[in-house]
């Protein structure tokens, strides 16, 4: 079996076309990513996105909520403002070093494209969560991006507690 690498990213089976995570990738990501801004913040403790937002800040990201209909509510979310969309996200943050997207497969891509647009570094899309042509766009830009894995179960996986203080990127 070949596979080939896209941006230093992730990898395409040759044989079936299909993309793997790559664990370099996601250290990279996990380790030099300091703010992340969350797609699909719930307020109900019992998501998962409630969840891995409160696990990933007592790691030490900053995570910040994006949920248009809580954004309209003006809700605070673990101590965070919860925005409407990723470019409101940018116009107060000067780094978004991920995009976390808790949508469907089938939404995912415009927020690939969102990432894309204000300069994120990585897209990180979530279990259940696959766009292979939103992942092309992504790594044709230039981003980090991984599919179908939570942080919370790859950081441990890896060895990785939380961002590595010595990284500025």
Not at 5 to 32: C, H, P, W, Y
Request: charged letters at 25%; glycine letters at 8%.
């Amino acid at each position: 079996r070949f596979a080939f690498v896209l941006g230093n990213s992730a990898r395409f089976s040759s044989m079936s076309g299909s993309f793997q995570n790559d664990d370099e990738v996601i250290r990279r990501i996990m380790k030099t990513t300091k703010t992340i801004a969350l797609v699909g913040a719930s307020k109900n403790p019992e998501r998962p996105s409630n969840r891995v937002m409160s696990t990933l800040q007592e790691m030490g990201y900053r995570v910040i909520p994006v949920n248009p209909g809580l954004a309209k509510q003006n809700v605070v979310l673990h101590g965070e403002k919860v925005y409407a969309d990723l470019e409101s996200v940018a116009s107060e943050f000067s780094s978004i070093d991920m995009v976390d997207v808790f949508r469907r497969s089938q939404d995912a891509g415009q927020f690939v494209d969102e990432a894309i647009k204000i300069g994120a570094k990585s897209v990180w899309l979530q279990v259940g969560v696959i766009d292979e042509e939103a992942g092309k766009r992504a790594f044709a830009a230039g981003l980090d991006c991984v599919m179908n894995v939570c942080p919370l179960i790859e950081g441990p996986r890896l060895g990785i507690s939380g961002p590595d203080e010595k990284s500025n990127m």
